[in-house]
């Protein structure tokens, strides 16, 4: 699929990680795809085995085909409730194009903050 790095996060809003194109949103709306103005392309998938939740405890802001700019609101999950339910939260954000460049390199830290970047394209 690609190389990235998974968190763990602690806020209910995902937010646009660059300014770019929004390549898709799943049905379920538990993942989606981004595409930078630079060609970098990016999933994020919210928690793990959340697909079966078919939309439930997530909100979209967004659809495919939308511009956006970096720290736009993509995405809410209600996490207390998908931990409550029983599912990890851990976020895989993996680059999908990952063979169009030399290396993807992650940051290496156990906490972050929403602005901060945690994947580098080289």
């Known amino acids: 699929m690609g190389d990235g790095i998974a968190i763990l996060p602690d ?3 995902f937010v646009a ?9 799943f ?6 795809g981004l595409t930078s103005d630079s060609g970098i392309e990016l999933l994020i998938h919210i928690g793990l085995e959340t697909v079966s939740l078919d939309g ?10 939308d511009t956006i ?3 736009q609101k993509l995405v809410e999950v ?9 599912y990890d939260i851990t976020t895989p954000v993996i680059v999908t194009n990952t063979d169009a460049y030399i290396d993807i390199i992650s940051k290496d830290v156990t906490t972050i903050k ?8 080289v």
């Open 11 to 13: 806020d209910n809003t």
């Open 17 to 25: 990680p660059f300014n770019g194109t929004v390549t898709t949103v």
């Open 27 to 32: 049905p379920t709306k538990h993942a989606i």
């Open 56 to 65: 439930k405890f997530f909100t979209t802001f967004v659809e495919a085909g």
């Open 69 to 71: 700019t970096e720290g």
């Open 78 to 86: 209600a996490l207390d409730q998908l931990i409550a339910a029983g």
């Open 114 to 121: 929403k602005s901060e970047t945690i994947l580098y394209v």
